[in-house]
């Protein structure tokens, strides 16, 4: 049985011990992190979330009695030492910041004893993250998932001062509200006391803060939890977290401003990086033209030229129909991938259709100026250098080009471009550049559903000056509506806020609301701006994806403490789980399905 | 229709200018407040979050057309106003903070227009609550809960502050997770992958911060939802949140001493009120014998007094019935009530029965020294005199007597002497009386159930010294529990938790659990407690109770923005809704009764 703490009391944690405690009687308590017995001496490695110290058991400076015990530890006891810290007689551990001393104990107790773990403590594990997910309370022992965590506390901890230094007040919304159908579907609680109806789990506080402006709560903020029942992709999460914020009396700039320092603190205080203000904006349009993406990964080049005009009479037939349809063609210089094998260029010819091209057409010059292409048979000679030309293609570039409507071809070359940095290793996780899109468009257009959805949401602001095409040229108009990209991640994104009643009819109508649904569906706002609404505006950050990127890592479990995979289930838990039928009953559910 | 606000800015909120910003051209906005026509002169009170600031419309000094425009505002229109601040020429308004000043306007746009509101934006509102809830965003506008939402942020930001340079990291845990039927009844999510299976949102969370500490994260802290479907009572919410901390490598003093110097910053803070540390501690034992409830208000006496060794050989049925059963006679006394009129004290003992008593015993002493009472006629004299002894009893005071099982007289006298103190209006909003309220029982028995439930929760340690009892004598065991009481109010509560399996098994074996089914419910914390587990502790604060006492307000409702009614409904947005049938197919589910 494993002994109790009582009448001892931790000095130290284990990290924060230094040379400058030499000669002090100190008591650290952590995890046996290791354990070698070599000739008459023991020495323990013990583990907490500041760092490792070593102790030293030795026949003659320790009791026998105590040796034999620390003999006996096995990774994983948890203990408490008690001892004087000296300087290292042997030779310094470099990788341990404790490394150059060490503990002479004179008391060890043994507070919890452990089972051999189903895989080692230890950083870059091995282990199948299935595994370690079952296991995720021995996972999260890992120091690299430790470093994460604290991170992400850091990182909330740096922003919620800041924001409310810069007047922002912290006010906490609903997680019970009411279902709405428009946007993704919604995580749905059924009500006990009103059978038959049900809550819904928000997927932002969207309407709460705008409410909030109207109130004049003027700067809100809060680091919400946000729920979206989608089929999970890789990076997303059934639950996740986001820093949101909303302001009032302010326009565009206001935002930006207020963000941008927010964002310098950040990776300054966390990351001793330093974020040149002000931050770079691009519009929508320019995005999409230059990088094919509105996240543009802007740490390498390879920008997108559009060669419609320098093709537009040659014969080759993609090219061809593809501007006669309406489309264009666009082209990306992959420097120095000139040499690519054939193999290869035929696996970024598959990439490519993956998105929706119908092919890639391709010129590879070679070292020596000669050429291999997919459709140099179809193009005269001078049509061919005049492409290269355009392209600024020089000996040993890989020329790539996608012709079809500027949707696909922005789609293909926006991420064929990724995938080449990917393989040419461009991408580098220390270096951090970020990148404004502005003036997104407001709507876009839903093959399946046949009508326009709000590209941010229904609540955003159009530009002034695109609103006389509203009813004639929805698609042209902007929105005031911005993302904060971070190395080809959108980080965040907000918009200022529609604050006219009639405006905000007029998107519900573009939208196939009819004046009902509307009422229906957001009455208690539309009711709101019928009392006074202040010029208001706000900005969510996706909080697991930013500490993500803080943290170089790939997936944002690794910077969540409990999260789910795909299927949405926890497998340490095991939830969901079926429930009792007395439960259900209370609902006045059934289920209809066969488990 | 309303004017934008490109090309301006707002330079100050209203309640920031004071005399000092006299001179200076200032643009403030926010809303109408009140509007004056007095002779040629129109007088508007602009008011946002911080304030309100008075502008002048004057003939002479103003634009004859701004003037027009200022006559047409209305009350809660939302305005920018550009003007000079200038030192008041008429009489100084004490009422404001900014009652010296006044702003002469060169510029006045309307930004949005208002309808008149259903009920006046002003303090100490009159109108019914329900109408207000239903426009809570116009309710929100009143000063008294703009004041009370920036207290609640202001605890909040104060406690991360305070909290993280204690060093504990706030760490996110899960809001879909397990259903665990031990506790309230959850609330339950449907899952749509897993048809048939739930998530529950959860009560708290508990056994994820326990987790955490056995992976090492030493110091946990989180402002968390937390959610029970309970019929609510008259200050419950369905949804609440809790200061929520965990500590590894403590004992119940460490908890303590970090929570008693987080108090006096809150308190000293938020309020300017000194909290004398260390904050009186009480045992469970002594507060029931002492107040006869286990969060005693200590902000004035009337302490229950034990007359059972007085009254043991007297003839009154009543009392001699209740020792004979096991039980005991107790009695406060109300100072100065003696002259309460019959009916008056006939409704304490309406009030004592609502609480289980059946009956109450009195003896009003008369100013002249007679005696009034329910029972004297079974009393000996001396008997009679021996009693109003040992309560104390002087000329003028009523003394109650309640005869039962202890639970039962606790209950009642504790409860009365709370009705009392309100009668004898004892209670002062803005005395804060701290006690810590220790060694809880750790069981209680549950007649319905005819079990032993835990008292705090299963992970609950019990004291040392007790364990031996823990087969016999169950109920006798003592835990390392504590509450943190205010003013007669548990604001948060705590212990030291089981870290050891075997420890953890008995526990659950006493409440009645096989181990099937405490491994089905609990089987990752029981597994988790096979790999090192630190001795650790913790508590969670109440904090929507914790504001309300702070705010000196009644209800939670009134600190919570967006809060629900006891029906569990948000009479704003109307949720809980009927949902789309679609919906309910995608989960498997169907509604069993009839709307």
Redesign the interface.
Known sequence: ??E???GIK?TH?CGELSGANAGQTVTV????QKNRNKGGLVFIDV???SGIIQIVFEEGSTDSGLIEKAAKLRA???V?VTGEVKKRSGAVNENLSTGDIEIIPSQLRI?????T?PFPIEENSKTKEEVRLK????D??RPDL?KN??M??QV??LT??FL?EEGF???????????T?EGA?????????????????PQSPQL?KQ??M?????RYFQIA?C?R?E?LRADRQ??F?QIDMEL??V?VDDVIDVNERLLAKLFKDVLGVEVVLPIPRMTWQEAMDRYGSDKPDTRFGMELTDVTDVVKDCEFAVFKGAIENGGTVRGINAKGQGGMPRKKIDKLVDFARDFGAKGLAYIAVQEDGSVKSSFAKFMKEEEMSGLIEAMGGENGDLLLFAADKNKVVWDVLGNLRLELARQMELLDKSEYKFLWVTEFPLLEWNEEQERYTAMHHPFTMPM?EDLEYIDTDPGRVRAKAYDIVLNGNEIGGGSVRI??Q?VQNKMFEVLGFTPEKAQEQFG?LL??F??????HAGLAYGLDRMVMLMAKEDSIRDV???P?VK????L?????????EK?LE??????????
């Open positions: 049985m494993a109790s703490m009582q931790r944690r308590m952590g995890w046996v583990r907490d979330r994983e006891f948890v408490a507070l919890s004893e452990s089972e773990p296991y995720r309370y021995l999260l022992r430790q965590m604290i992400r506390s909330a901890t919620r001062q409310a007040l912290e006010i906490e919304t609903p997680i019970l509200i009411g279902s159908p579907r919604d995580y749905l609680v059924p009500s006990r006391i009103h059978q038959g109806h049900f809550y819904a789990l709460f409410l909030l109207c109130s004049g709560y003027d939890k729920f029942d089929d059934p639950e977290t009032s009396f326009d002034e604050y006219h009639d208690f009711n709101a019928k009392y006074g609404v202040p010029p969540i403490a409990f789910k299927d949405a289930s926890d340490m838990t095991e939830a969901p789980t079926a429930v009792e439960q209370e609902l006045g559910l059934s289920v209809t399905v066969q488990e």
